[in-house]
């Protein structure tokens, strides 16, 4: 009989899908033990010992495999390995018959191709070569025992990144997760959108902005920090746009006024020049605000605008000014929806008194503090036109700064008087306290974010031209909790989450210099004698806090205002924060600042994160089970109903302490009969209260129909008996939300 030729011996080796698939697993998966391939195999030790040794000895013996002595494993040999591939080129030639296609990310069709997949490995995720090329075939050999016409570019992704996950690859498959929404996420954003009364513009801002909350917690921030915000021990802000955009900006118009707007790439092709009259130079504020907000995400503050704008009034008669004014103020309402602030001075400040005024065409005209009358006019012009429209401006928002001459002048207390007035017909205006002394250049937004002199100790550097890099909220209530009730492991949660806060923002600090660096931000980074106009060092990151009052009454059975044990509590975790985040202020661009932050969006998320964890039970929340929420931006909420003058001596104590962002909202009380009464209690607030921001509320109802406003809760106008067409204005946090009944 002749002997058998040794090829056919060979295929016969391989002959058993056991066999074969031994031969796979050191091919893809490298040496390995006896007990190792038995695992992968599926067989039990005290059943199937006897069938594998067999198995192993007819590879051994066909010398497709070896045994590593040192390592007491067992690899393939050189023909063990062209075996693996002879066999994977005849599967992939028998995939080709089928003419399986793949529909691509670029919309077009292609037949199958395993390198594609190990390339991608490569480029996009740094996966070796050899790896990459092992990962391919593994993912080929499970498309295989698929039966679909044909397959697509994100189904092959999952099941690259399931393998990833198999052989325990993280840090691979997350540079490698396709971002993007499912189908019904896009479907029940488009429904929740509409919910709002938005446009469609929002939806889709809306889905992108998710797409890039990905990118950011998955490849730029840290996994324990992306972890941190996913589970609900912190909240980073706009994270839709924390890898390209800054947050608020604080401008200065005299820059614009005296170089006008230049074309850049992918600015204005078209120059404009320095602005000649008013009209004109409201006009290019529009576009400053247009542009700014392509490059920003927040509130946008001109402050000293009416003394800015003073020179440019000359001979104007009081009705031309009002209404260029109230153009001006229908265009910023119309179309600068991320939020504008415009701080009015009712005096000109000593420190601009004496400096060269920038007027038409960009030349010096005098002093600022020669043109006290037409600053008045236009800060007077603009709370007229807000107080004769029926329906509230809420955007753009007054900030009133009150300083010791305010009332030292005739005028100016007429139009702090009217601006009350304002306060109580509309509850738009607000209030900044400037007579302390540590107050005296602060500049603020409407959100409360604050800026001040203590930083370069230069009033102009430190408050104009820069702005809020970002902000981080740490769950005062989850520290409590996750520390198991102890205080003292307490405070180590809160400075376990201070450090992780203040290396976000110096993340978001290095990706927006990045941005920078590929003029990506070409409108704010622009120069003039070599100086940009956005000062990036000097921006503030905020780290916030919410539920204050809910993590002391969880700690101490009290909530702040019932006890001053609680209070003096609440005063300790404050100082605990701030003197924490202190620890990171050391270096010329890490302008740190504690802040007590606006932001309903962490309130909610937050409280709802933490009853999902511990249970409505245990977790303390404004809002009962419906509408759960911590308390965010006062230390106290502010519609608890106990004395103003209690609520004050609270709210005062966590100003000083929180200099990045502060704003206590004052309800007002019904039955308020006149601005007087209003005008009173701020003389109280800044001759005897510490208070720094503040503003005055009330609920609101407008009638679309009937163009008439009514306070407090209207569920229906009181003329014509309408639902649908009443609009509620409410204030939940710093601004006014507006809420369609009939979408509530």
């Known amino acids: ?45 005290s059943r199937d010992a006897g069938r594998f040794a067999y198995h192993l000895k007819t590879l051994l013996k066909m010398d497709l495999i070896e045994p590593d002595l040192e390592k007491k494993k067992y690899r393939l040999t050189s023909l063990g390995r062209k075996l693996v591939e002879v066999a994977e080129e005849i599967e992939e030639n028998a995939f080709q018959r089928r003419k399986m296609l793949v529909r691509t990310s670029r919309l077009s069709l292609e037949h199958f191709e395993r390198n594609k997949i190990a390339a991608s490995l490569i480029k996009e995720a740094g996966v070796p070569a050899d790896l990459a090329q092992s990962i391919a075939r593994e993912t080929e050999r499970r498309l295989t025992k698929l039966r679909t016409k044909y397959l697509t570019a994100p189904l092959i992704r999952e099941f690259v990144n399931a393998i990833l996950i198999e052989r ?278 409407a959100t409360g974010f604050r800026l001040a002199s203590e930083w370069s100790g230069d ?56 941005r920078i660096g590929e003029n990506l931000l070409p409108f704010l980074t622009q120069c003039r004698d070599g100086d940009p106009y956005y000062r990036l060092e000097n921006s503030s990151r905020l780290v916030g806090f919410v539920g204050l009052n809910e993590a002391v009454h969880a700690i101490s059975g009290n909530p702040i205002y019932q006890s001053e044990e609680s209070l003096k509590f609440a005063v300790e975790i404050v100082k605990f924060l701030s003197k924490e985040l202190g620890r990171y202020s050391n270096r010329p661009d890490a302008r740190f600042n504690l802040s007590m932050v606006s932001c309903r969006d962490a309130a909610e998320r937050l409280a709802e994160l933490d009853i999902e964890r511990y249970g409505l039970a245990k977790v303390r929340v404004r809002g009962g089970r419906r509408n759960p929420a911590y308390t965010d931006m006062t230390a106290t909420p502010f519609d608890v109903g106990i004395p103003l003058q209690r609520y004050l001596r609270i709210e005062e104590q966590f100003h000083r302490l929180t200099p990045g962002s502060h704003l206590t909202p004052i309800p007002v009380r019904e039955g308020e009969n006149g601005p007087e009464s209003l005008l009173s209690t701020t003389k109280e607030i800044v001759n005897t209260h510490k208070i720094g921001f503040y503003t005055y509320s009330r609920d609101m109802a407008y009638c679309n129909n009937c163009d008439r406003l009514f306070y407090g809760e209207v569920v229906k106008c009181p003329l014509c008996g309408s639902v649908k067409t009443m609009t509620r204005f409410v204030r939940r946090s710093a601004k006014y939300a507006t809420k369609t009944l009939n979408r509530i």
Not at 497 to 513: D, F, G, N, P, V
Request: proline fraction near 6%.
């Open 168 to 445: 325990g690859l993280e840090e691979y498959r997350h540079k490698l997760t396709r971002l993007g929404l499912p189908v019904y996420d896009v479907t029940q954003l488009i429904k929740t959108m509409s919910q709002r009364a938005v446009d469609v513009e929002a939806v889709h801002e809306a889905a992108g902005d998710a797409v890039l909350e990905e990118y950011a917690l998955l490849n730029v921030l840290p996994r324990d920090i992306a972890d941190a915000h996913i589970s609900g021990s912190l909240h980073i802000n706009n994270l839709g746009c924390w890898v390209l955009k800054l947050d608020g900006v604080m401008h200065d118009l005299r820059f614009f006024f005296r170089y006008g707007l230049s074309p850049r790439p992918g600015l204005e092709k078209i120059p404009r020049k320095p602005p000649k009259d008013l009209e004109s130079a409201l006009s290019i504020t529009i576009e400053i605000l247009k542009l700014t907000m392509r490059e920003s995400m927040g509130e946008q503050t001109a402050d000293f605008f009416n003394v800015f704008l003073a020179p440019f009034v000359g001979d104007m008669k009081p009705d031309e000014v009002r209404d260029i004014i109230r153009n001006f103020l229908i265009e910023v309402n119309h179309l600068i929806p991320s939020g504008v602030s415009l701080g009015l001075e009712l005096t000109i400040p000593r420190f601009i008194t004496e400096m060269s005024a920038v007027g038409p065409n960009g030349k010096n005209v005098d002093i600022y503090g020669d043109y006290v009358e037409e600053s008045l006019l236009i800060a007077s012009s603009i709370i007229e036109v807000m107080l004769s429209e029926e329906k509230p401006i809420l955007n753009p928002s007054l900030i009133i700064k009150i300083r010791n001459e305010t009332f030292k002048d005739g005028k100016a207390e007429r139009i702090l008087f009217e601006a009350h007035r304002l306060a109580l017909k509309r509850g738009t205006p607000y209030f900044a306290n400037l007579i302390l002394k540590e107050q005296r250049y602060a500049s603020y937004a």
């Open 459 to 514: 009033w102009e550097l430190d408050t104009l031209r820069t702005g809020i890099l970002d902000s981080v909220v740490i769950n005062l209530p989850r520290a409590y909790y996750d520390s198991g009730g102890n205080r003292g492991r307490f405070f180590e949660q809160l400075r376990d989450k201070m450090e992780m806060a203040a290396r976000a923002l110096e993340i978001k600090y290095l990706t927006i210099k990045e």
């Open 1 to 45: 009989m002749p002997r058998e030729p040794l090829g056919v011996k060979v295929l016969k080796a391989v002959s058993s899908p056991i066999r074969l698939r031994i031969l796979d697993f050191l091919m893809n998966r490298g040496p390995l033990s006896y007990t190792e391939i038995m695992k992968l195999l599926k067989l039990k030790p």
